[in-house]
């Protein structure tokens, strides 16, 4: 069985940092690239930052130079390191995994992330 478990989300100033975390199973880590995307309400779904099996990334314009995304491969974890959180960061974050050998794609549950004062 197949998941990706996103933790890290919460209530955060502008200003500030948060850091979330996914963890993969039940499928071959090294195999996937994967990605941070994000909702907010009322707007479409959003790719924010991308890293592939070796690690090459790359972000939105929105975030580049706030977020940075780090893969483990030995830990099938994927993180997103965001920092000067803005109000307009605030969203519900999805962990995806697309497998580049193939058709199979995955999406986590999602985390709440909130930039608030």
Avoid at 17 to 44: D, E, H, N, V
């Amino acid at each position: 069985q197949v998941q990706l478990v996103e933790s890290g989300g919460g209530l955060v100033q502008p200003g500030g940092s948060l850091r979330l975390s996914c963890a993969a199973s039940g499928i071959p880590f090294t195999f996937y690239a994967m990605a941070w995307y994000r909702q907010a309400p009322g707007k479409q779904r959003e790719l924010v930052a991308h890293i592939t099996s070796s690690g090459s990334t790359n972000y939105a314009d929105s975030v580049k130079g706030r977020f940075t995304i780090s893969r483990d491969n030995a830990k099938n974890t994927v993180a997103l390191q965001m920092s000067s959180l803005r109000s307009e960061d605030t969203a519900v974050y999805y962990c995806y995994a697309n497998n580049v050998a193939g058709p199979s794609r995955y999406w986590g549950q999602g985390t709440q992330v909130t930039v608030s004062s």
